[in-house]
């Protein structure tokens, strides 16, 4: 079955502008979570939804925020990008929510640069 | 606060060398514990995960993970290191309560010596 997808690969975006990705998750998972990856701070949790319900954030500022729809696929938005945005944003799926036994399948990601 | 320390940042093999990379973590209970890999500019891989049971985990590309309590380790092996399994290599714990979440160490990159 087909895995989790991310979608654009790649993006450039002027500091200011706001960005919207795309995780479709595999098929039957209802879970989704968001990564921030940069080579300074690691893999950081942005947020997780679960039946569209946000269950659990990580420590970023409002600019970042998420939403999922009824068929699992989730959205992640910036608004006023700053340089210090740019990473590659990882998206994971999961049968149930993080904790329960489950484990994470992760997207090949998005790699946002800010200029 | 919860955490995992991955101790070493890179790590050189020869390959058909034998691998070993470690991994500890800070929590009062036993977390759920996962070894995941990247390759450059790709997504995560699960390698293997434990979440009871028999402490050690066989994973896939022939990896295998030990959980040892009294040590708080969840350390990932390899009996013979191949040229292709150089790439970064996480631990992850997932720690419970209502607010679960995936803690990623800092990362292991592995290099193959040919």
């Known amino acids: 079955k087909a895995g989790v997808t991310q979608t654009p690969r790649y993006l450039i975006k002027t500091r200011g502008q706001q960005v919207t990705l795309s995780c479709s998750p595999i098929?039957?998972?209802?879970?989704v979570s968001w990564y921030q990856q940069t080579p300074g701070q690691g893999l950081q949790f942005l947020f997780e939804?679960?039946?569209?319900?946000?269950?659990n954030k990580g420590n970023f500022p409002g600019r970042f925020s998420g939403r999922q729809f009824s068929n699992s696929r989730s959205e992640m938005n910036v608004s006023t990008l700053e340089l210090g945005d740019s990473a590659l944003y990882l998206c994971?799926?999961?049968?149930?929510?993080?904790?329960?036994?489950?484990?994470?399948?992760f997207g090949q990601g998005t790699r946002l640069t800010v200029v | 606060a919860q955490s995992v320390t991955q101790p070493d940042i890179h790590i050189t093999v020869s390959e058909g060398a034998s691998l070993e990379l470690r991994c500890n973590y800070s929590?009062?209970?036993?977390?759920?514990l996962f070894w995941y890999v990247q390759s450059p500019g790709q997504g995560l891989q699960l390698l293997l995960k434990?979440?009871?049971?028999?402490?050690l985990v066989q994973g896939i590309k022939g990896f295998e993970a030990e959980f040892k309590r009294s040590q708080s380790s969840f350390n990932l092996r390899k009996p013979s290191v191949h040229w292709s399994d150089a790439a970064e290599y996480f631990c992850?714990?997932?720690?419970?309560?209502?607010?679960?979440?995936?803690?990623f160490g800092t990362g292991t990159l592995l290099a193959v010596q040919p």
């Open positions: 994971a799926s999961s049968l149930g929510p993080t904790g329960l036994n489950t484990e994470a399948f």
């Open positions: 939804y679960f039946s569209e319900t946000q269950r």
């Open positions: 434990y979440f009871s049971g028999d402490t």
């Open positions: 929590y009062g209970a036993t977390p759920y």
């Open positions: 098929s039957g998972h209802r879970s």
């Open positions: 992850a714990v997932v720690v419970g309560g209502a607010t679960n979440k995936l803690i």
